[in-house]
T-cell receptor, first 114, second 115 residues
């Protein structure tokens, strides 16, 4: 079974631009979560989507948004990029079963904002 | 709210020596505990998890972790490390789907295995 696939792996943007990152979950997984990883702040939860609805949201500004499609694939968008948005963005998918979702991560998209 | 503290940011260790990575958490609700490993330029891989039952959990590559509720800890150990264990290790707490289904991570511990 294929794992979580994130595209692209690397992105370089300039300040003020916007960017869209894509995540394809493991087949059969319907929940997708996004995390930001930076050297200073570590791993921080951005948001979670399930059945095309945002179910949970972290403490990030409105410039960060996402969506989920009917096939469970998810995208996240960052508008008006700032230098501080440079990070590794990780997507995780999980199977809706049992009391707790176990999250499986993709390789990430490394975003550099110049 | 949950929080996770990994007490060591870096742990150098010689090959074939034992290693222990410390993790303490705080939470107002029941938690589920995870260790993830991140190799250079890669994402996170699930190493092991505690959901319920036996407090000692093991991974297929020789790591083990013990859930200690009274000390709110979930320390990771390996009796004999290999060069290939060089990576960053993250402890995380998760909540039930009803409570929000998100992971809260510690700051990570970099393990450098020396020959």
């Amino acid at each position: 079974k294929a794992g979580v696939t994130q595209t692209p792996r690397y992105l370089i943007k300039t300040r003020g631009q916007q960017v869209t990152l894509s995540c394809s979950p493991i087949s059969g997984h319907r929940s997708v979560s996004w995390y930001q990883q930076t050297p200073g702040q570590g791993l921080q939860f951005l948001f979670e989507y399930f059945s095309e609805t945002q179910r949970n949201k972290g403490n990030f500004p409105g410039r960060f948004s996402g969506r989920q499609f009917s096939n469970s694939r998810s995208e996240m968008n960052v508008s008006t990029l700032e230098l501080g948005d440079s990070a590794l963005y990780l997507c995780a998918s999980s199977l809706e079963a049992g009391d707790v979702n176990i999250q499986y991560f993709g390789a990430g998209t490394r975003l550099s904002v110049l | 709210a949950q929080s996770v503290t990994q007490l060591d940011s870096q742990v150098p260790v010689f090959e074939e020596a034992p290693v222990e990575l410390r993790c303490n958490y705080s939470s107002s609700v029941s938690v589920y505990l995870f260790w993830y490993v991140q190799y250079p330029n890669q994402g996170l891989q699930l190493l092991l998890k505690y959901l319920s039952g036996s407090t000692l959990v093991e991974s297929i590559n020789g790591f083990e972790a013990e859930f200690n509720k009274s000390q709110t800890s979930f320390h990771l150990r390996k009796p004999s490390v290999h060069i290939s264990d060089t990576a960053e290790y993250f402890c995380a707490v998760g909540t039930s789907r009803a409570a929000g289904n998100k992971l809260t991570f510690g700051g990570g511990t970099r393990v450098l295995v020396k020959p």
